[in-house]
């Protein structure tokens, strides 16, 4: 076990340090997150806003459709506007970490940059619904989720652009004595000039190779291989794993391997909750969401169903034993999915008896799940969360007040128990031998 545990830290730490100081990667991953507050408002809302129609259906009272119409505007304008979030905050973020001593990079400058990039790509017209004549307009689909990925790659150009051409010297020169607001705005012109030029040249190029959009091309070439590839249950088992594995070595799993998976996977959740806001209808949703696999029926309590752990250990341990004050100290935050108290206390953190159940366990939790949601037995989620709310509750909300997550989801935290629960044992005998060893030691010494 030493053998192994000694290979993987040599093999797993290079890898993620990498990850985590990669300047790109950090960037994205910030970027969706930042964007998750939205989309929790408004596939909650949108939720609200169904109920609320259901249970009013026909009523003519003023007041109560009043109500409905604005939660049908916040959730919908939450959703909407995503792909702009996406846009905006990926150069941001990339902007604030390319800046030096030297050079003086405006982020929020940089963001609305990438906004007015990312316009002078899409198409200004739009097809008339009755007609079919061409009007001018804006579709859509280029705010909302499915322009979340183009409008990534647009974000983190632009920001990468605007970067080395304002440490360049294709800049407007002044004099010292300018006040620094002035002097950074005029250094600005021609770099922004030339970014918003370069996508705008991109945009006719794409029309002339026989595609509608930058986005359309890029959804061709790039978004849909990576879907078929990288969304089913094998892509889901390897991150998991690898997830683990960085948690297990003291890295956070999430932050590193969210950067990574976050802009082809969010997108596929957020149609699903577009197709239950439209339809109200499960069986509309044809494929499995695979963030919801990995990060709510996979890490019951946190990463690791640790909240399973957290019970087995006040089933099994001593009254006394300093595992059972830890799992105590433990259980409330773990019913939030807040689990650093375990990871870092009992620890897990390079405990090789944990190694196996803390790799393993989330893997055959996101298997049940990935075929009781794929087979029809389980509804799908279909609200996005924070990622706080309470274990169990949050099956219940997610899947639209549904019992059936929540019943797979309290059959998958009875089965990580009694996973757990040897692994417990074992830890458990292993911390009495060796205070038996130390007694031992102390018991013997005579000065």
């Not at 757990?420 to 009495?432: D, H, M, S, T």
Request: glycine content about 6%.
């Amino acid at each position: 076990m030493n053998k192994l545990l000694d290979f993987l830290e040599k093999f797993m730490t290079p890898i993620s340090m990498k990850i985590s100081s990669n300047k790109l990667l950090q960037s994205i991953k910030d970027a969706f997150i930042l964007s998750i507050p939205f989309t929790v408002v408004g596939s909650f809302v949108g939720l609200i806003k169904m109920q609320l129609e259901y249970f009013t259906k026909g009523t003519e009272n003023q007041i109560l459709l009043a109500i409905i119409n604005i939660l049908g505007t916040v959730g919908d304008i939450s959703m909407a506007l995503i792909g702009i979030i996406i846009v905006m905050a990926s150069a941001y973020y990339l902007s604030e970490r390319l800046k030096n001593d030297k050079v003086h990079i405006n982020s929020i400058a940089v963001a609305l940059l990438a906004l007015v990039a990312y316009a002078a790509t899409i198409p200004t017209t739009v097809a008339d619904p009755e007609t079919g004549n061409l009007i001018s307009g804006y579709a859509r689909n280029f705010f909302n989720y499915e322009g979340m990925f183009t409008g990534l790659i647009v974000g983190l150009t632009t920001a990468y652009l605007y970067s080395k051409l304002i440490k360049s010297k294709i800049t407007i020169k002044l004099p010292d004595s300018v006040p620094p607001g002035i002097l950074n705005s005029f250094k600005s012109i021609i770099p922004m000039a030339i970014i918003i030029t370069l996508f705008a040249v991109v945009k006719e190029l794409v029309i002339l190779a026989g595609y509608g959009s930058l986005q359309e091309l890029i959804s061709t070439i790039i978004v849909a291989p990576l879907t078929n590839v990288g969304t089913g249950l094998p892509a889901i088992i390897i991150v998991i794993i690898f997830m683990q594995l960085l948690w297990f070595f003291g890295l956070h799993g999430f932050s590193i391997m969210w950067g990574l998976i976050s802009a082809i996977w969010l997108p596929i959740f957020m149609r699903h909750i577009e197709i239950f806001a439209k339809t109200q209808d499960f069986s509309a949703i044809t494929e499995v969401a695979p963030n919801v696999m990995s990060n709510i029926y996979a890490m019951i309590g946190g990463s690791g169903s640790t909240l399973a752990l957290i019970i087995a250990i006040l089933l099994i341990s001593k009254k006394q034993s300093a595992e059972r004050a830890i799992a105590k100290i433990s259980l409330v935050p773990g019913l939030f999915n807040i689990n650093e108290p375990l990871i870092f206390g009992l620890p897990i953190v390079l405990n090789p008896i944990m190694f196996i159940p803390f790799i393993f366990v989330p893997v055959i939790n996101a298997v049940i799940a990935y075929f009781a949601t794929a087979s029809g037995l389980v509804t799908p989620m279909v609200v996005l969360n924070a990622g706080v709310e309470p274990v169990l509750l949050n099956a219940w909300v997610l899947g639209a007040f549904k019992i059936g997550p929540v019943l797979l989801m309290l059959a998958l935290l009875i089965l990580d128990v009694i996973l757990y629960a040897p692994f417990v044992k074992l830890l458990q005998n292993q911390n009495k031998i060796e205070e038996d060893d130390d007694f031992d030691l102390s018991d013997g010494f005579e000065l």
